[in-house]
């Protein structure tokens, strides 16, 4: 199975802030890699599916690259909203698997 | 617009049964692949099984393989999961998921979740 590895784990910052938040492969997956956004009792949505392709409606600030082992989604400029816990996902075999979870706070 | 609704979700003892549903609306459910994922309280996601449109084609998590079951019934709008010989770490809520597209291996709709307490 492949695993993912995410880090960090946790980080804290402020509004305006530039974040990046990396997930490790232990496999060659391609683009095969997924984001999600989850905030405290809600489901999970979808950012950004192909290492780098944004789902409809989700804005812009929200960018994912990387490929083969090494991907990173970034938010260009951290808002209110966008304070939860962040998933990588690979879609490249079953079974899927998840990294574990970025989770972001207000500093 | 579409709609994931679980259902099901309770206590149970630990090597005791629970039959989960997933209410579907909003889209061509028929054609859509379906799956299920789960979230242990506190804890991260965790893939569990996914059922092609037809329901010809099943995969499951190494962790439920051989004790659950997913299934769907295509004329009812509606997807299963099927748990048997339940432990206390399937302790979990429980969210179907619908795949961006098929063969796609993603979700970009997912219900509410419904949450499965094994304890005793």
């Known amino acids: 199975d492949i695993q993912l590895t995410q880090s960090p784990s946790f980080l804290s910052a402020s509004v305006g802030d530039r974040v990046t938040i990396t997930c490790r492969a232990s496999?060659?997956?391609?683009?095969?890699l997924a984001w999600y956004q989850q905030k405290p009792g809600k489901a999970p949505q979808l950012l950004i599916y192909?290492?780098?392709t944004l789902q409809s409606g989700v804005p812009s600030r929200f960018t994912g690259s990387g490929s083969g082992t090494d991907f990173t989604l970034t938010i260009s400029s951290l808002q209110p909203e966008d304070f939860a816990t962040y998933y990588c996902?690979?879609?490249?075999?079953?079974?899927?698997?998840f990294g574990g979870g970025t989770k972001v706070e207000i500093k | 617009q579409v709609q994931l609704v679980e259902s099901g979700g309770g206590v149970v003892q630990p090597g005791r049964s629970l039959r989960l549903s997933c209410a579907a609306s909003?889209?061509?459910?028929?054609?859509?692949?379906m799956h299920w994922v789960r979230q242990a309280p506190g804890k991260g996601l965790e893939w569990v099984a996914v059922?092609?449109?037809?329901?010809?084609?099943?995969y499951y998590a190494d962790s439920v393989e051989s004790r659950f079951t997913i299934s769907r019934d295509n004329s009812k709008n509606t997807l299963y999961l099927q748990m048997n010989s339940l432990r206390v770490e399937d302790t979990a809520v429980y969210y179907c998921?619908?795949?961006?597209?098929?063969?796609?291996?993603?979700?970009?709709?997912w219900g509410q979740g419904t949450l499965v307490t094994v304890s005793s």
């Open positions: 998921a619908k795949d961006r597209c098929s063969g796609c291996r993603h979700f970009d709709y």
């Open positions: 909003g889209f061509t459910f028929s054609s859509s692949v």
């Open positions: 192909a290492a780098s």
């Open positions: 496999q060659g997956i391609s683009s095969y």
């Open positions: 996902q690979h879609l490249n075999n079953y079974p899927l698997t």
């Open positions: 059922i092609s449109y037809d329901g010809s084609e099943k």
